[in-house]
T-cell receptor
Framework: EAEVAQSPRYKITEKSQAVAFWCDPISGHATLYWYRQILGQGPELLVQFQDESVVDDSQLPKDRFSAERLKGVDSTLKIQPAELGDSAMYLC?????????????FGPGTRLTVL | SQQGEEDPQALSIQEGENATMNCSYKTSINNLQWYRQNSGRGLVHLILIRSNEREKHSGRLRVTLDTSKKSSSLLITASRAADTASYFCATDTGRRALTFGSGTRLQVQP
């Protein structure tokens, strides 16, 4: 069964350093999401792509976070510089069809710890 | 901000018992979805119920939706130790990505 791939699974960094996360959605899925999940809470959307275009980045802290999906396939989320409050799970999800009844498939996530 | 609120925040039951989790939300929705998350892992989709549906079943799962009360419940029957996880409701308003609640942590004691 096709899955969403993410790497790395775990990342430990010091504050002020740069970090990058990678996501490869299920083949053919045009919609890709990055969520951030703080321990004990539900995921919150950071950015949504439709193919290579950003359709919603209203919750993305643009002073330090950036995201791209250059060829409309895989995606990279970057944080520079990392802050202590960025420690969280970063989840990538993809969706294949248009309309409100389709399922988002999640990757295993990247657990970020900022020291 | 989180649209949904799950209740209870934590639930501990014995194997074989039923587990019920509730979700309340604030705005009109197209559908509501339930996800499971094992510790430190990604989310797994469990079931989706559309706004014009009132009840849906999938295996040992039963979901109800009351749009007049803006609430949903997830029932897991005959629970197993492997059901231990966090369960999240997520609402789809059709305007943006899913909005998740804060989750219910379920512990099933063998």
């Amino acid at each position: 069964e096709a899955e969403v791939a993410q790497s790395p699974r775990y990342k430990i960094t010091e504050k002020s350093q740069a970090v990058a996360f990678w996501c490869d959605p299920i083949s053919g899925h045009a919609t890709l999401y990055w969520y951030r999940q703080i321990l004990g809470q539900g995921p919150e959307l950071l950015v949504q792509f439709q193919d290579e275009s950003v359709v919603d980045d209203s919750q993305l802290p643009k002073d330090r976070f950036s995201a791209e999906r250059l060829k409309g396939v895989d995606s990279t989320l970057k944080i520079q510089p990392a802050e202590l409050g960025d420690s969280a799970m970063y989840l990538c999800a993809s969706k294949g069809l248009a309309g409100p009844t389709d399922t988002q498939y999640f990757g295993p996530g990247t657990r970020l710890t900022v020291l | 901000s989180q649209q949904g609120e799950e209740d209870p925040q934590a639930l501990s039951i014995q194997e074989g018992e039923n587990a019920t989790m509730n979700c309340s939300y604030k705005t009109s929705i197209n559908n509501l979805q339930w996800y499971r998350q094992n510790s430190g892992r990604g989310l797994v989709h469990l079931i989706l119920i559309r706004s014009n549906e009132r009840e849906k079943h999938s295996g040992r799962l039963r979901v109800t939706l009351d749009t007049s009360k803006k609430s949903s419940s997830l029932l897991i029957t005959a629970s197993r130790a492997a059901d231990t996880a966090s369960y999240f409701c997520a609402t789809d308003t059709g305007r943006r990505a899913l909005t998740f609640g804060s989750g219910t942590r379920l512990q099933v004691q063998p």
